[in-house]
């Protein structure tokens, strides 16, 4: 199944005192990049969600996003700092007494002083964070690989039709070519009969010059080995795993022959369909980009 390197999946699992949500996407990249934010004290799921995706994605820059919530109330220990709480109420008792003003301190007023308490929070458990958000990225996924199927099979469409179009302009090249040196035989005659005012021509002279025209201006090779590689092109879309790395190189090939059919071109008709071939080569290579 071709894929697209876009895509975007969403995800979301409960437990009693769980719940994740997963958001993953991903853009095209040479490789395989990840990258996750997730919650604080959470930072030991960016390993493990990484080691969770890699095998079902190969290429992509991807970026996954997690969200939980502790859906029932933990305890949460407050400590008091007792020597710090003695410091404080030794200074309001100096101020009293030094300076007339009056110690109306109260256990409110106390709460505006931050120091004196100390919130202690619990970890997370592990093994529950991890059994909650595995599952959330696990919907998350489906939905992202499914989307990424979908758009490579629109991808796949496009390229497989411009590749016909392709193939269209090569058939032309291939009838074209004969007929160019047929022609460039008569003009040849015509000019040299212009030439010799009439006088006979030499028959194997111009056969010849005819033989070295169609020698220097032959593309069957070029054309035999463009069909070669339209060919190969669809076979890869059959194939297994990933295949964007092959198709990028074997476009760089198809654009290297229409480039040698394009220097060896004589008539403005088959210049014209090479621009055609190079441009169509142009808009499947943008497309391939996009290939896992």
Request: include cysteine.
């Amino acid at each position: 199944m071709v894929r697209s390197m876009t895509g975007y999946g969403r995800g979301e699992f409960a437990l009693p005192d769980h719940r994740a949500i997963c958001e993953i996407k991903s853009v095209n990249h040479r490789y395989f990049e990840f990258s996750a934010r997730t919650p604080r004290g959470c930072a030991f799921l960016e390993e493990k969600l990484k080691a969770f995706f890699q095998p079902h994605i190969s290429r992509g820059k991807v970026e996954c996003c997690i969200q939980l919530e502790f859906l029932r109330d933990s305890e949460l220990p407050v400590k008091l700092q007792p020597s710090l709480l003695g410091g404080y109420l030794d200074a309001f008792a100096l101020l009293e007494r030094e300076f007339g003003v009056q110690n109306d301190v109260t256990v409110s007023s106390l709460l505006r002083v931050p120091e004196l308490f100390q919130v202690i929070k619990q970890a997370p458990d592990e093994e529950t964070v991890w059994e909650v958000t595995r599952a959330a990225a696990q919907a998350a996924l489906s939905g992202f690989l499914a989307m990424r199927e979908t758009e490579g099979g629109r991808l796949r469409a496009d390229i497989l039709a411009r590749a016909e179009e392709i193939l269209a302009h090569v058939r032309f090249v291939e009838e074209r070519s004969p007929q160019i040196v047929r022609e460039y035989g008569e003009k040849l005659l015509l000019r040299m009969r212009e030439l010799l005012e009439g006088a006979s021509v030499e028959e194997q002279r111009l056969l010849a010059e005819a033989a070295i025209f169609a020698d220097k201006t032959a593309t069957a090779e070029e054309t035999i080995r463009l069909r070669s590689h339209l060919a190969q092109l669809a076979q890869f879309f059959e194939s297994a795993g990933p295949i964007g790395r092959k198709l990028d190189f074997l476009v760089q090939e198809i654009n290297r022959e229409a480039n040698t059919v394009g220097s060896k071109a004589q008539d403005l008709e088959t210049v014209r369909h090479v621009v055609e071939i190079k441009t169509l080569v142009e808009k499947i290579r943008e497309q391939v980009q996009n290939i896992e």
